[in-house]
């Protein structure tokens, strides 16, 4: 039996959940074979954007096979319960189904490499990000580096909100908890 | 070209690692399309062990397609530089490939659920976790639980240590590292 309470279908909830979350785990499969890969990414426009190497076995992958499922979770904390098998995890949780593509165009390639520094360093740089820096580094470092972008098909997402009564902390014993139900 | 140097072989901080972290991501293939689930896990006697219901599309897949890709990872904070391609995360990541299976051994599945207990709610309980507990919940709820075990055949890590010098505050500016290289 599911438990369909979990489920969450509120989209601006869902959306800030993406842009403010660090990693997000791009699951890819090589045959029958799955792999998961943690990424750095970027919210932006109802898409994820990531950028990596151009080379390596997650390219080869995406080469033969563009299905992805792009995950991100967060936990909140464990709850505790006098019985052992109720002890719960508060967590936020989104999975992302579509395909994976590489973005060509230098103007969203470098629009998106914006975004990724907003997110992961803001404020730091005094000006904004140029094409040229960012073609640049796309055609002449040894290794290639380019923007991707993961289009979503399905979006899930769940939720278990924290009890904060039932919050774990380190010291906290089941004697203290003798009237939990 | 892919970066070989940061590959990490240190056999005893993966398996440090792999204690600490919180996390790992579950990936799975159904047919071609892959699925990445979050899940507490702990590391126990060189496996993976991970509980959850017996029901839902996880145990779908995993009744079709037992092979697995379970990846833990940890962001120790974004290292800036002035060129902004250069801007860097560091992070430990391990890849764990092989395959997932049920315990059905109750004195294992018993063992596992107590690890779990102990890792993310440590000196809670007064007492040992009983067969009879889990034997209970893994039979007679609506959903029954089950404990899962991931024996790898492969194990990959990565690790790009942290360079204090370079980690990002609120607040950091870019002006403020005009002399680094």
Same mark, same amino acid.
């Given at each position: 039996?599911?438990?369909?309470?979990?489920a969450?279908? &509120?989209? &601006?909830?869902?959306s800030?959940f993406?842009?403010?979350?660090?990693?997000?785990?791009?699951?890819?499969?090589?045959?029958?074979e799955?792999y998961?890969v943690p990424l750095?990414?970027?919210?932006?426009?109802?898409?994820?954007?990531?950028h990596?190497?151009?080379?390596?076995?997650?390219?080869e992958?995406?080469?033969?096979?563009?299905?992805?499922c792009?995950t991100?979770?967060?936990?909140?904390?464990?709850?505790?319960n006098p019985?052992?098998?109720?002890?719960?995890?508060?967590?936020?949780?989104?999975?992302?189904?579509?395909?994976?593509?590489?973005?060509?165009?230098?103007?969203?390639?470098?629009a998106a490499m914006?975004?990724?520094? &907003?997110?992961?360093?803001?404020?730091?740089?005094?000006?904004?990000?140029?094409?040229?820096?960012?073609?640049?580094?796309?055609?002449?470092?040894?290794?290639?580096?380019?923007?991707?972008?993961?289009?979503?098909?399905?979006?899930?997402?769940?939720?278990?909100?924290?009890n904060?009564?039932?919050?774990?902390?380190?010291g906290?014993?089941?004697?203290?908890?003798?009237?939990?139900?």
């Open positions: 039996m599911r438990r369909p309470l979990l969450c279908n &509120d989209q &601006d909830k869902i800030a993406l842009s403010s979350a660090t990693t997000g785990y791009l699951g890819l499969t090589d045959n029958s799955p998961v750095n990414f970027v919210w932006w426009k109802g898409a994820i954007y990531i990596g190497a151009e080379s390596g076995r997650k390219m992958i995406i080469n033969r096979n563009k299905r992805i792009f991100v979770s967060e936990n909140f904390g464990t709850m505790v019985v052992p098998a109720k002890t719960d995890t508060s967590y936020m949780s989104v999975m992302i189904f579509g395909e994976i593509e590489i973005v060509a165009d230098l103007s969203e390639a470098t914006q975004k990724l520094l &907003d997110k992961y360093v803001p404020g730091y740089f005094s000006t904004p990000l140029s094409k040229h820096h960012v073609d640049s580094y796309r055609s002449s470092m040894g290794s290639r580096t380019i923007v991707m972008k993961i289009i979503p098909k399905v979006i899930t997402a769940k939720e278990k909100p924290l904060e009564q039932r919050l774990f902390y380190k906290r014993h089941v004697a203290d908890d003798a009237g939990m139900v």
